[in-house]
């Protein structure tokens, strides 16, 4: 009865584990997907300058493509605060204040 019981167990553990792979493959589609859609818009906004004006900090980007773009200014030990942009448009943004340090770049996130 023990062998019965452990085998109908070591059977229904690889069964799973069959049923695992498969569910793996299926959820890797999107996961790509994903990675190819913010490869696509890293190529979209790029940043054109940095500068300040009275007490703040800002960063312009230009946005290249056909739809709204989202981005986040990278700032060293800071939380990068993010930003979107339209379609086909270049822009300013203010990241922080006077104190803050400089942007170093941008990084494209999803929206």
Known sequence: MRRFVSGFAAAVALSGSLGLV???QAVAG??????????RAANCVKMLDRYNQRLNRYIKVKNSCARKACF????????????????????SFRYGGAFWTEATGIKNISC
């Open 72 to 91: 986040s200014v990278t700032v060293a030990a800071r939380r990068d605060p993010e930003f979107s942009i339209g379609a086909n448009k270049t822009q």
């Open 22 to 24: 498969g569910a793996t």
């Open 30 to 39: 999107p996961q790509f997907a994903e990675a190819a859609q913010s490869t």
